[in-house]
């Protein structure tokens, strides 16, 4: 049972779980299995129990532990992370039909992002010996914003999308040329580099959101995502040998966003779905192994008293 002083330890990072359980949730019900939507169900109410939980933790950090709340935000990561909730919340308006908690995630993520690049623009001199994949997160969560938007507000969704695509764009290459220089981040951040990804997968996922039909940029974006996902796997025991540590919840995601972008890019070519079904399998096992190894390793987790 969770402590109260538990509660006031649970690190930002944690907002990246609720956005894994909830994605794969999606991938679920993106697949079309009819017997999995009593389970869809059922982890989509777990993951807003989780975000209900962390929210509330965040909070009250906030309230009771001021100075231990600002010395977390002091870190890009952690203020990266923050995007997780928002993006959450929109995964879950789109699992429960709510165009109330689509709106919640709008009226925190616009002036989130607008603070978060204005830190990135008055810091920018110690920008390159921070950067790493967290900084995808942010413009992510314009593009998942413009996924879930209502029919009434496909304007401002496509204006999201179109935001969260230049600037994460930009984010991308930025990384993509780190890593051909041999510019590594430290090694406990390995996990984030699957977030490199997600970011494709869901630019394919929010394109296919406006456009008629599927287009050539569209199987440029799948395949992007793709090459992405081989590449990452290819070197999947660097990522994997790190001692375990929060960023391994950026591996959930991803491999949801890839198996949703996968079912998604079947339904529109008439492909076979047994590679969807496989790689739901896969982000299945795989967020299983990180609940597991977070439950095991729950007292080093915590932040500091």
Known sequence: MMTS????????????????????????????????APTVTLVATGAMVMLLIFTLSFCARYMKKSTQYFDEMASVVSRHFLSCGTISLFLLSGLFNSTTLWVLGVAIQVPLFIIILTC????????????????????LANVVCAIFVPEWLKGFGYFMYLVGTLVGGGIY??????????????????????????TPSMFFLGLQTYAIRLSVVGVGYYAWAVIASIALFFNIRKIITTNFSMAYWALTFPMAAFTTATYKYAYLTGAPLWFGHSL??????????VIAR????RHHLLLPQ
Do not use: D, E, Q
């Open 120 to 139: 990135w623009i008055y810091n920018y001199k110690n920008l390159l010996t921070n950067f790493n994949p967290t900084f995808l997160i942010p413009p």
């Open 173 to 198: 290459l930025m990384l993509f040329l780190h890593l051909v220089k041999k510019v590594f981040i430290a090694k406990p951040l390995y996990p984030t580099y699957f977030i490199m990804m997600a």
């Open 294 to 297: 977070t439950v095991l390793n």
């Open 5 to 36: 002083n538990a509660l006031l330890r649970l690190p930002v990072i944690l907002m990246s779980s609720v956005m894994g359980v909830a994605g794969l949730a999606n991938a679920a019900k993106a697949s079309g299995i009819s017997f999995l």
């Open 280 to 289: 739901l399998v896969i982000t299945f096992l795989i967020l299983l192994k």
